[in-house]
């Protein structure tokens, strides 16, 4: 069984940063995986943010964070990161990790309906 923990949200005004990382415990990947991050606000739906997938590479950003957000992972503790920087009020939001265990194809990283397991969501909040 598959358990999943977030960490790293919380109050951060603008301009700064923030670090969230996500464990998957008991995933085991398929020769390749694939790691996402996503967020919601409330009264809108889902958005991609950012997603990286294994073997051969590849990271994918969403235009709007593209440049000050980085995701990473540690597969060998089978976990995800996702740094923050240049934080705006806009990101303001509930952010989900998701992973895959096995590579999705290009066209399927960015549809959370892909993913198989998820995190709990962290809030994030950018305020003055």
């Known amino acids: 069984q598959v358990h999943v923990v977030e960490s790293g949200g919380g109050l951060v005004q603008p301009g700064g940063s923030l670090r969230l990382a996500c464990v998957f415990s008991?995933?085991?990947?398929?020769?390749?995986?694939?790691m996402g991050w996503f967020r919601q606000v409330p009264g809108k739906e889902r958005e991609f943010v950012a997603a990286?997938?294994?073997?051969?590479?590849?990271?994918y950003y969403a235009d709007s964070v593209k440049g000050r957000f980085t995701i990473s992972r540690d597969n060998t503790r089978n976990t995800a990161f996702l740094q923050m920087n240049s934080l705006k009020p806009e990101d303001t939001a509930v952010y989900y990790c998701?992973?895959?265990?096995?590579?999705?194809?290009?066209?399927?990283?960015?549809?959370?309906?892909?993913?198989?397991?998820w995190g709990q969501g962290t809030q994030v909040t950018v305020s003055s």
């Open positions: 998701a992973a895959h265990h096995s590579r999705l194809i290009l066209s399927a990283v960015r549809d959370g309906e892909n993913y198989a397991y």
């Open positions: 990286s997938r294994w073997p051969s590479g590849g990271t």
């Open positions: 008991g995933l085991t990947w398929s020769s390749g995986g694939s």
